[in-house]
């Protein structure tokens, strides 16, 4: 089975700090990837896609490296609202044809 | 927000009983997933379809059936209900096979 990990977390950071998380996935073949939210017992909602040249979203950025299949999502200045759990998504196919393959996830707690 | 509503959002039922969940999408998007979401496994895929009858297995799909007999609804069929069928499950759909996913609020069905 084709894998993505990520940081084990939680992080617990103080409001306007910089936090990073880190993610890595196993199957080369990999065609796109993304960065989910997911609040408590709510649905994963889509916070950015994640391109080769890296891209940008006001406080969020995020990185891909194909070459060592990492992935990363930096948020500077955190807010009480970013906290969540961070899903680091990746679309492959694999026995099961298209798939989203999902990572474990990272919680973020954004204490006052 | 992507239009997916899926029914019901709670559900117990007893162990041995079929169950039934909707997921009803107003994108026209061409593909829908089933996942389930447990603690320590993240978001595994049920059955996913791409087309209206067209459908195939995920990485957990004994015990599930699914059906698409229209562009909007993917239904989710229990046959005979276990307790290890407990979970939260999410409908998600997506444009391509190769775009971002969205997802529905989520069931949480509980097999007593």
């Known amino acids: 089975r084709k894998e993505v990990e990520q940081d084990p977390g939680p992080f617990n950071v103080p409001e306007g700090a910089t936090v990073a998380f880190n993610c890595t996935y196993s199957?080369?073949?990999?065609?796109?990837f993304f960065w989910y939210r997911q609040d408590c017992r709510k649905e994963p909602k889509l916070l950015m896609s994640?391109?080769?040249s890296g891209n940008e979203d006001g406080r969020f950025t995020a990185q891909l490296n194909r070459a060592s299949q990492y992935i990363s999502l930096l948020i500077r200045d955190s807010k009480l609202s970013d906290s969540a759990t961070y899903l680091c998504v990746v679309r492959e196919t694999d026995n099961y044809g298209q798939n989203f393959v999902f990572g474990p996830g990272t919680r973020l707690s954004v204490l006052p | 927000d992507a239009g997916i509503t899926q029914s019901p959002r709670h559900k117990v039922t007893e162990t041995g009983t079929p169950v039934t969940l909707r997921c009803h999408q107003t994108e026209n998007h061409r593909y829908m997933y089933w996942y389930r979401q447990d603690p320590g496994h993240g978001l595994r895929l049920i059955h996913y379809?791409?087309?209206?009858?067209?459908?195939d297995k995920g990485e957990v799909s004994d015990g599930y059936s699914v059906s698409r007999s229209k562009t909007e609804d993917f239904l989710l069929t229990l046959e005979s209900a276990t307790s290890s069928q407990t979970s939260v499950y999410f409908c998600a759909i997506s444009v391509m096979e190769d775009t971002e996913a969205f997802f529905g609020q989520g069931t949480r069905l509980t097999v007593v």
């Open positions: 379809s791409y087309g209206v009858k067209d459908t």
């Open positions: 199957n080369s073949a990999s065609q796109s």
């Open positions: 994640v391109y080769s």
